[in-house]
Structures are given as C-alpha cells and as structure tokens.
C-alpha cells in the first residue's frame, strides 16, 4: 500500500532544502553582495551628484601689480573654485597647460576691455567649461570680456572627453573578469606556484590582445581619440594586467572573497573617482585623494595625456599602474606556496585541469 506525504512532511522537506541551500557560507557571500550593492549607490551618488570646483591650479598672466590684483580677485570667489598663480607670460600658460600643471590661465589685455581665456577641454569638456563661466563672471564684475581659447581642444568625436574614460573602464573590466573567470574554472587558489605562473602569463597574454584591440577600436576604427595606437597599446595592455593581477592576488589570499574585493576597489571605488564624468577637481574632496592612486583613475590621467597633451605627465600613473601590476603578481606568487589551512571554505573546487 502506497504512503502519500502529507502536508507537514512536504513543509518539512522544503525547509530542510532551505537550510541545506542556505548555508552559513552563501548567507556570508549574499551580504557581501548586498553590501557592495550600497557601497556601489554610495559611491558613485556620493561622487558625482553634486560637483563643484575647488582648488583648481589655474594661471594668470598680467603686468606689473596687476597680476597680483587679479590673483587676489580669483583667490577670493565664494568656495574657492580656483587655486590660481602669476604666469610669466602667454607662451609659459600655454606650456603649463599642455604639461598638465594647471588647468587654464587668464591672459589680461592691459590695453583693451577683452581679456583671454586659455583652457584645455582635452582634459575634461566639464571642467573647460566651468572655468569658463566662472572666470566669465568674475570678468563681468570688473566690466570686462573674456575670450576662450581651447589649447588642448578635445576631438569632435570625443563626447565631453568621456571616450578616455570608458577606455579606461573597458580595459579596466577585461581584467578583472579574466582573473575571475580562472578562479571560477579552476578554483580560486592556485594549488602551487606553476599554477600561479601559469595563470599570470595568461593574463599577460589577455592584456597584450586586449590593450591593442581597445587602442584600434578607439582610434583608426571609431576615430573618438588621437594619440598613438602603440602608446595606448602599451598603456591598455598595463592597465589590464595591472587589475588582472591584483585580482588573482585578492583571490590567492582571500579566496573567492577576493573578486568582490577587487570590484570593490576598481569599479566601486575607482570608477566615480577617477575623473571620468568629472575631472579631479570637480570631486569631493575624499574622491579626489584616491582617485589618482587607484587603476582606473591613473589610466584616465595617462589616457588623456596621450591623447591631447603630447604624452605629458603621465610618469606618476604609469608608476602607479606598475605598482599594481608587480605587487599582484607578487602577493599572487606567494599565496600558491602559503599554508592552505583556513582557506578552503573560501575556495570554489578546482576543476581537474588547472
């Protein structure tokens, strides 16, 4: 005779699959989940809902007392949006311009009524425009007009100067997902250090074909940058190794933790602060400060320093981004050969090819 369960023994069955699904370790990774999920709203709102210029390096060249006058004027707008500085004459903003130290320069016409605006919407189309209408109002107070001249104008396929950036982001994304994906498929710990080494000359390889596929699809393909293709090369195959190998590092010492880690730092913390949508000084002052230390804000800088400043100043991200990429491949190294005591349950299984 044949024995229905009843509905008790179906209720009990479906919670005793509950509990055995929702295990101390998944209910860890969902709030880890849920908790980058904030800090990614956090993050970007916090950056960039409400940007507002501070600080500004901006230049001024003027006669005599008159320079000093002017400096003073600028120095004293509501909220100090600029941070400005007497320039010897036109020829040395213009060169401070393009060597990235400031940003703009006010040119005074002690002769006439029209003064000159030099900006470089190469840098960021937002910020160029916002000297612009802060110094144009600061100009009108004083009875005057003002010129703008664009040194370091950005392409007219370059959409507020944001192509960089999502170069930047693409690069940065192809990284971090090839990291992952060799965790998922062959456990998130290199069982020893051939493994790692393995897994570090992959990415090399990942970064070298995607660094020059990024430089062909953003220049000769797209015509949305200028600047080399074997400079961006170069600088797209850095990038991605360098996210690539701080992935695999967080995932050598953390375990599967390791990938949200690495988003948390790339894409949560990196991104809105990297002066993409809006340049450095445009930001808070807490993204502003970790903005040029973290991957996706060095390659922005580097990205449009090729692009429209003649490869200018870009020795500081490039330093940055070797840092990351050597210390990666370091810490990943070492953790293949560290005890794995206190690791396991952090590890996907590895699959039988590794």
Not at 70 to 81: A, C, I, M
Not at 95 to 112: F, H, K, T
Not at 277 to 290: E, H, V
Request: charged share 15%.
């Amino acid at each position: 005779m044949s024995h229905t369960p009843g509905p008790g023994t179906r209720s009990g069955s479906f919670l005793g699959e509950v509990r055995d699904a929702v295990t101390p370790r998944a209910t860890l990774l969902v709030l880890g989940v849920i908790a980058l999920q904030l800090l990614f709203i956090a993050s970007y709102v916090g950056a960039l809902h409400d940007p507002r210029p501070k600080d500004v390096p901006f230049g001024v060249v003027a006669p005599g007392a008159a320079a000093g006058q002017t400096v003073d004027r600028l120095e004293g707008l509501p909220g100090s949006p600029l941070d400005p500085r007497t320039v010897a004459d036109e020829a040395a903003a213009r060169r401070q311009i393009m060597n990235r130290e400031i940003d703009g320069a006010l040119v005074l016409d002690p002769g006439g009524r029209q003064d000159t605006l030099l900006v470089a919407s190469g840098g960021g189309t937002v910020l160029a425009t916002t000297l612009e209408g802060i110094v144009g109002k600061a100009e009108q107070t004083e009875r005057r007009t003002v010129r703008v001249v664009d040194v370091a104008p950005a392409s007219r396929h370059d959409f507020d100067g944001l192509s960089s950036f999502y170069l930047i982001v693409g690069w940065c994304v192809g990284g971090y997902l090839c990291a992952s994906i060799l965790a998922i498929s062959t456990g998130a710990r290199p069982a020893n250090p051939r493994r790692a080494a393995i897994r570090l000359i992959v990415m090399a390889l990942v970064a070298i074909v995607g660094g020059l596929g990024g430089a062909v699809i953003i220049g000769p393909i797209l015509g949305a940058l200028p600047g080399g293709v074997l400079d961006l090369w170069g600088l797209g195959a850095l990038i991605t190794f360098a996210v690539g190998a701080a992935t695999l590092a967080l995932q050598g010492v953390f375990g599967i933790v390791g990938i949200g880690l690495a988003i948390l730092l790339v894409v949560i913390a990196g991104n809105p602060s990297a002066g993409g949508a809006f340049p450095l000084p445009l930001l808070p002052p807490f993204w502003k400060a970790i903005g040029p230390a973290l991957p996706p804000g060095a390659g922005t800088w580097a990205a449009r320093s090729i692009a429209y400043f003649k490869g200018n100043d870009v020795t500081a991200s490039l330093l940055v981004l070797w840092a990351w990429a050597v210390a990666g491949t370091v810490i990943t190294m070492l953790a293949a050969v560290l005890p794995r005591r206190g690791r396991q349950e952090t590890e996907l299984p590895p699959a039988p090819a590794g």
